[in-house]
């Protein structure tokens, strides 16, 4: 079984920035894409952002954060992905949610929590 947990979130202003970190333990995490979803209050969960086991060029991000945010992993310990999120709106503001599984960054784009592994998730709160 993986467990997956998300940090690093937090209360910031609009225009500012922050990170947020997940790691994958337990079990069999190799070869796992990892991905980070959002979902606002009174809406539905939005895709944010995926990346590969092998990192690289092969990322994947939604519409609403491309140019802000940056989805990185690590090279030594690739059971870790990190979210810079730059520019912040108040509309980024929402329970972020991280996850992993077996299939490509692409497809994780459409996954759901009856898939792979999912954390408990970690508010961000943009004021404006």
């Known amino acids: 079984q993986v467990h997956v947990a998300e940090s690093g979130g937090g209360v910031v202003q609009a225009g500012g920035s922050l990170r947020l970190s997940c790691t994958a333990s337990g079990g069999t995490s190799d070869y796992y894409s990892m991905g980070w979803f959002r979902q606002a209050p009174g809406k539905e969960r939005e895709f944010v952002a995926s990346?590969?086991?092998?990192?690289?060029?092969?990322?994947?991000y939604g519409d609403s954060v491309k140019g802000r945010f940056t989805i990185s992993r690590n090279n030594t310990d690739r059971d870790t992905v990190h979210l810079q999120m730059n520019s912040l709106k108040p509309e980024d503001t929402g329970v972020y949610y991280c996850?992993?599984?077996?299939?490509?960054?692409?497809?994780?784009?459409?996954?759901?929590?009856?898939?792979?592994?999912w954390g408990q998730g970690t508010q961000v709160t943009v004021s404006s």
């Open positions: 990346i590969a086991w092998s990192g690289g060029s092969t990322i994947y």
């Open positions: 996850c992993a599984d077996r299939v490509s960054p692409a497809a994780l784009r459409i996954t759901t929590p009856r898939f792979g592994y």
